[in-house]
């Protein structure tokens, strides 16, 4: 069992930077892989981006050359980088946990465990 507790959202204007954070209890973290999902209203769940167990990091179209996800698997935090905000970045952001052997990391239907999610306001 692995619970996820979001923190880091908040309002921020077009071009600023947010650094969202998902702690993790649970002795099994560091075997989980840890992404990022967004979701906006009236819209699907997005994939943002993931760190997978092994380290390797893959990230979503939107995400590309502007996010940065990384995990401290000794603090069992994955943190999410968010640099050059857009107003269409505006949704609530949860982490999640997929357990070993999980693939297709892009789908939401992967993972597990979720938190409650963190709001993320960019304004024009």
């Known amino acids: 069992q692995v619970q996820l507790v979001e923190s880091g959202g908040g309002l921020v204007q077009a071009g600023g930077s947010l650094r969202l954070s998902c702690a993790a209890s649970?002795?099994?973290?560091?075997?989980?892989?840890m992404g990022w999902f967004r979701q906006a209203p009236g819209k699907e769940r997005e994939f943002v981006a993931v760190?997978?167990?092994?380290?390797?990091?893959y990230y979503g179209d939107s995400a590309k050359g502007r996010f940065t996800i990384s995990r401290d698997n000794a603090k069992n935090t994955v943190y999410l980088q968010m640099n050059s905000l857009k107003p269409e970045d505006t949704a609530v952001y949860s982490c999640?946990?997929?357990?070993?052997?999980?693939?297709?990391?892009?789908?939401?239907?992967?993972?597990?465990?979720w938190g409650q999610g963190t709001q993320v306001t960019v304004s024009s």
């Open positions: 760190a997978s167990r092994s380290g390797t990091l």
């Open positions: 649970g002795r099994t973290y560091s075997s989980y892989s």
């Open positions: 999640a946990a997929a357990p070993l052997g999980r693939g297709m990391l892009a789908v939401p239907t992967s993972y597990d465990f």
